[in-house]
C-alpha cells in the first residue's frame, strides 16, 4: 500500500483507544479515574482544575518527560508521598491492555526512581510502550514556534521523529553527551588528539545517526502533506525541510561517507569550537524549516492566526503519517485548541478529525467550545 492510500484509511471501531485512565498523586489529583467510552474525549472545568494535568499523564507513556517536559519529581502531589501512580486501560480489537507508570516515593537516601509496567509485568523504559501506544499533541506552548529559536522547532521536529521511531530519544540524549565531551575536552585538554579523535568519532556515528532520522521522517512527512492536501480546507498545508551543515552532507553523502566528512569537519574546527566554547556544526544547529504552502511565505511572517491553523494542519498530518509509518493510530492530545478558532475554523478541526483514526483527546474551560463536535464527543467535568 502506498503512503498516499496508508494516509487515507478512514477511521474503525478497531482503532486503539484509552478505556480507562487512572491517576493517583499526580499534579493536582489525589486520586482520579475516568473511563470514556466515545473517541472524542472533552474535559471541560475551570482553570487549575488539572485539565491539562491528564493529558500530561496520557503523554507519559512515550519515551521522553510529557508534553511539559518536566522532571518526573516535580510531577507528585504537592502533600503527598513523594511519588504518583498513572495507568492507561487501553482497548483494541476486543483485546485490552494496561499500561502503568510512575514514580516511586523517595527511599531512605532520598533517591526516586520510575517505575513502568505492561499488563502487570516490568518494563525496561517507556520505549516498551510504543508496541501498544503512540501519542501526539498539541498545546499552547507551540503557539510562537515559527517566529520561536531554532532550538524550539529541533526539539518539535525530534517529538515528531519519535512518535514513529522510538529509538530516537535515546540517540538524541547520547549525540547530547557526546558534544558535552567534546566540548570539555576541548576546554580542558585541547592538545590531546588521541582523546578528541575517540570522541569525535563518536559525534560523527550518533549525529549523522540523529540527522538521518530527522530527514527521513520530515521528508515522508512533506511528501504525505503535498499529495494529501486540499486547498479548500481551513488549516493551510505547509512545506517542510532541514536546513543545516550535516543536513547538507546528509542528503548527499551515504552515511559513512557523511560521517568521514563531518569527523573531518570537526577535526578542523576545533580552535573555532574552543574559542566559541561549544561545537559550532552538527545536527544541534540544524533548524525546521517551514513554509505556508498556500501563500509560500515563511511561516513565521504569517499572521498570528495563520501561524495558529498552520501548526494544527502540521498536527494533524503527522498523526496521520504516525498511522502509515507505525501501524498504530496515536493518541491526538489537543489542549484549549478549539477555544481560540473561528466559528469556521472550529467546525473544520472536529471535521478533520473526524477524518483522522484514533482517539482524541482536548481540554477547555466551556462546554461550548465542542458544541459544533455534536454527539461524537463525550464531555468529561473535572473538578466539578
Known sequence: MSDVLAARIEPNESDLRVTRLIARDFRNHAELELAPEARFVALVGENGAGKTNLLEAISLFVPGRGLRRAEFATMARTGGPGGFAVSLTLGRDG??????????????????????????????????????????????????????????????????VL????????????????????????????????????????????????????????????????????DAQPFPWASIRLEGDLDDLVAVWPAIEAEDRFRLALRNGRNRDRAAGRTLIGPQSSDLVVRHGPKDVSAGTASTGEQKALLIGLVLAHARLV?????????????????????????????ALEALPGQVWMTGADPDAFAQAGARTEVLRIGA
Open 95 to 160: 483485546a485490552e491492555h494496561r499500561l502503568g507508570t510512575g514514580l516511586e516515593p523517595p527511599g531512605p537516601d532520598g533517591r526516586t526512581s520510575r517505575l513502568c509496567r505492561i499488563d502487570g509485568a516490568p518494563a525496561s523504559s517507556p520505549v516498551a510502550f510504543s508496541e501498544f501506544l503512540r501519542v501526539v499533541w498539541l498545546t499552547p506552548d507551540l503557539d510562537g514556534l515559527f517566529r520561536g529559536a531554532a532550538g524550539d522547532r529541533r526539539r518539535f521536529l525530534d517529538r515528531l
Open 163 to 230: 512518535a514513529v521511531d522510538a529509538g530516537h530519544g535515546a540517540r538524541v540524549s547520547a549525540m547530547e553527551r557526546a558534544l558535552r565531551s567534546r566540548n570539555r575536552l576541548l576546554e580542558d585538554r585541547p592538545d590531546d588528539g588521541r582523546w578528541l579523535d575517540a570522541v569525535e568519532r563518536e559525534v560523527a556515528e550518533l549525529g549523522v545517526a540523529v540527522a538521518l532520522a530527522r530527514r527521513e521522517t520530515a521528508e515522508r512527512l512533506d511528501r504525505l502533506i503535498a499529495e494529501t492536501r486540499d
Open 323 to 351: 498511522r502509515v509509518m507505525s501501524g498504530i493510530a496515536p493518541v491526538i492530545l489537543l489542549d484549549e485548541v478549539a477555544a481560540h478558532l473561528d466559528p469556521r475554523r472550529r467546525a473544520g478541526l472536529f471535521e
